[in-house]
């Protein structure tokens, strides 16, 4: 753990390329590791990030046309990350133009130290940059932490799906939150 404060000065942010996807690729399994190893199987977790967060998957979609990954540093040290993508609104209202927060993870070393909300703040200002009516996520319906933070954020509660990690079939809360 840190054991002392964070200088907010340190802290950067800047959109993830291809060549990024190894370390993209470390620290998103790391980060997914931290959340949420201890509430899962090794094998379920296993099997969920070396596909999902493998160098070759993470490659693609930082190709992708319509998704875009922005990466936090302190200083030179990579400690988070969001992938945003733009989406029909999930399964909430297919007509609303919504930027879709498909991960959002900081480094367990760097939590309770506001990075979260600077992270949060440049994905409201891609939001609005790129004209979308609404930000909408999924959470799983354990991770009580992140979802008191998303309702921080002016998140609400609009529904639910599944998501599979491994071969455990869960619930993700579905939450948006309104670009004004």
């Known amino acids: 753990m840190r054991n002392k404060p964070l200088n907010k000065n340190s802290i950067t942010f800047r959109f993830a ?8 690729s470390e620290l998103a399994t790391s980060t997914f590791y931290e959340a949420f190893a201890s ?18 998957q993470l490659t ?13 540093f302190d200083v030179e040290v990579l400690i988070g990350y969001v992938r945003l993508k733009k989406s029909n609104g999930l399964e909430t209202n297919p007509d609303e133009s919504a930027l ?18 600077m992270l949060m703040q440049e994905c409201i200002h891609y939001a609005i940059e790129k004209r979308l009516e609404v930000i909408i ?5 354990h991770n009580h932490r992140a979802i008191a933070f998303y309702r921080k954020w002016g998140f609400t509660h609009c529904g639910s799906h599944s998501f599979l990690l491994g ?5 993700d809360l579905l939450m948006k939150k309104y670009i004004n």
Request: with cysteine.
């Open 17 to 24: 390329t291809s060549k990024d996807a190894t370390a993209l």
């Open 167 to 171: 071969n455990d079939l869960q619930t």
């Open 100 to 117: 879709e927060i498909e991960r959002f993870y900081i480094r367990a070393t760097h939590t309770n130290q506001h990075i979260g909300s």
């Open 60 to 72: 693609a979609e930082l190709q992708e046309e319509h998704a875009t990954c922005i990466l936090v």
């Open 39 to 56: 509430s899962n199987t090794k094998e379920d977790m296993l099997l969920y990030t070396s596909k999902t967060f493998s160098v070759a």
């Open 137 to 141: 996520l999924g959470v799983w319906e």
